[in-house]
């Protein structure tokens, strides 16, 4: 009887901490947590990998962010101007700040002119996000790329256009 | 015969008889790390539920470098980072392991990585369990994975397809090699010794940070080893080993020793741990959670008070990683929120000791209690 009690105690206290674990313990977790679980990254730009995976050279550059580039590379293994490991970069800060005005500039002639000094051949737009090359958020000023002197529109969806480089 | 000598563990007759044997502490103990099992495994099934795994932290980059390990059949030495061209600086380990599965399965790497990521969460759940265990015995241990559950620092880390996830099962594995290594008198190099060779040589090859903090707990805890000349070696030994694989990739990947050239030395990559969280600081308490560090206090006075043996291991796992996760002090100011996991990692176990030895003490209170009004 004795035992039973005592039992009865050591699994009432632990079915408390149980609920209290998976109620108000992992609400706070889960409030912590969760922002590491947003994939950045749109569904638009994610399906247009399979574009730039069968339409692109494999040693295809392109201009991204740092989100964006490293999708690029995940799903595709083209090279883009930011993201990755910069551990070893010949110059990442110079990277990142050349990427950051490409998408920056109301200017398509300094864009071309940055795309071609950095040997990209291909721009990646994302239209519904910010993009972070390193610096912090920024939005991107698209219509420079709408002058077809120096860019040429190659795919689109709801969420991102891809140019190539003229 | 042998094999199933090995296994007569699944004999149904001895099997029941086992469960049947089971005391009410065991089988409650057993209820609460299953409960917390799904607890923790549930929350981890998110990094499957989007159309591309959490993103954060690199995660699709390695999985570019994964990709083209699997198309061209070799581990590339020039990056596709930062337009490219350069020599990789990464250490293989975690992402061979995703190459190997990929290949093995045929389920693409990134997919591969997301699965791989809860696979590796659980083995940070059961090395954890299995660290804890070891030093004071499965209450304790059962314990520390209710902290690890609620911890928000760990549960960042175990949601993310990153090498660091491979490095916060591999850092603690190793250290249970040392732990379980239980011979006295003269040094043997034995089955644990050999085994704790091999995970600090993994890794090295899975991640600098880890290797950074592993090789400083080994070090501190050979020195206050320093007059056992057994202790001392089996701490020694896969230092060793840790340092020379590291050397040696290093080596062959970059042709040179010194790491002073990197960015993240140059550019002081990281970000300061303050006790909260700031525009500038990572928060120590909002990654702890608050609720272990009470614990971590009576663990620490328990543990010696007890005099457990081996104790010390636990303590150099405390000093080093908060010394380097207060490396910004020292001036060198590199990846201290990194740091931060493998610090918190250790509250967690010794939270643990700290919640088993509160447990104990109600428990014995109550059993008195009861015994004495039994009517009740």
Same mark, same amino acid.
Do not use: C, M
């Given at each position: 009887m004795v035992r039973l009690a005592r039992n009865l105690i050591r699994i009432s206290f632990l079915v408390v901490i149980l609920l209290l674990t998976a109620t108000y313990g992992m609400a706070s977790v889960q409030k912590q947590a $969760?922002? +590491?679980?947003?994939?950045?990254?749109t569904k638009g730009e994610f399906d247009s990998t399979s574009w730039i995976e069968a339409n692109t050279p494999p040693t295809a550059h392109f201009e991204a962010d740092i989100f964006g580039g490293e999708l690029i590379m995940g799903m595709t293994t083209r090279i883009p101007?930011?993201?990755? $490991? +910069?551990?070893?970069?010949?110059n990442p800060i110079a990277n990142m700040n050349a990427s950051q005005q490409i998408y920056q500039t109301p200017s398509a002639i300094e864009a071309y002119t940055l795309c071609k000094q950095y040997n990209l051949t291909y721009v990646f737009v994302p239209l519904n996000r910010l993009v972070f090359c390193g610096f912090g958020w920024i939005s991107i000023?698209?219509?420079?790329? $709408?002058?077809?002197?120096?860019f040429k529109l190659q795919y689109s969806n709801e969420d991102v256009r891809i140019y190539q480089v003229a | 015969m042998r094999m199933f000598e090995s296994i007569k563990w699944l004999n149904i007759a001895k099997t029941r008889e086992r469960f049947a044997s089971l005391d009410a502490v065991t089988v409650l103990r057993y209820a609460v790390i299953v409960a917390l099992f799904v607890l923790f495994v549930s929350y981890r099934l998110n990094v499957l539920g &989007?159309?591309?795994?959490?993103?954060? &932290?690199n995660t699709m980059y390695h999985v570019g470098i994964e990709r083209l390990t699997l198309e061209t059949g070799h581990y590339p030495t020039?990056?596709?980072?930062?337009n490219g061209g350069f020599p990789n600086f990464y250490v293989p380990a975690y992402r061979l392991l995703i190459v190997s599965q990929s290949a093995f399965s045929g389920i693409d790497p990134m997919v591969m990585s997301g699965l791989m990521t809860i696979a590796l969460a659980i083995a940070v759940f059961g090395v954890m369990y299995a660290f804890s265990k070891q030093l004071v015995g499965a209450s304790a241990a059962a314990c520390a994975l209710l902290f690890l559950t609620l911890s928000p620092g760990m549960t960042i880390f175990t949601i993310r397809a990153l090498p660091e996830l491979l490095g916060l099962v591999m850092f603690p594995l190793t250290l249970f090699f040392i732990l379980k290594?239980?011979?006295? &008198?003269h040094f043997q190099f034995n089955g644990y010794v050999a085994l704790s060779v091999i995970a600090a040589a993994v890794t090295a090859l899975t991640h600098q940070i880890t290797l950074l903090v592993l090789a400083l707990v080994l070090a501190v805890y050979a020195l206050t080893q320093i007059k056992n000349r057994n202790e001392f070696l089996k701490a020694i030994v896969p230092l060793v080993a840790l340092i020379a694989v590291y050397g040696l990739w290093q080596v062959y990947?970059?042709?040179?020793?010194? @790491?002073? &050239?990197i960015a993240q030395v140059k550019y002081h990559e990281g970000t300061p741990v303050d006790f909260f969280a700031s525009a500038f600081s990572v928060g120590f308490f909002d990654e702890a959670g608050l609720l272990v560090l009470p614990f971590t206090a009576i663990g620490l006075v328990w543990l010696e008070r007890n005099k457990v043996d081996k104790r010390f291991l636990l303590y150099s796992w405390l000093i080093a990683s908060l010394l380097l996760t207060k490396n910004d002090l020292l001036g060198?100011? @590199?990846f201290m929120d990194r740091f931060l996991t493998f610090f918190i990692e250790a509250l967690i176990i010794v939270g643990g000791i700290g919640a088993f030895a509160v447990l104990q003490f109600l428990d014995a209170r109550i059993g008195r209690a009861v015994e004495r009004n039994p009517e009740t």
């Open positions: $969760d922002p +590491w679980l947003d994939p950045v990254v101007i930011v993201g990755g $490991d +910069w551990s070893n970069a010949l000023n698209a219509t420079k790329f $709408d002058n077809s002197e120096y | &989007g159309y591309v795994i959490p993103t954060y &932290g020039q990056e596709l980072s930062y290594n239980r011979t006295e &008198g990947s970059l042709h040179t020793l010194s @790491i002073l &050239g060198i100011d @590199i």
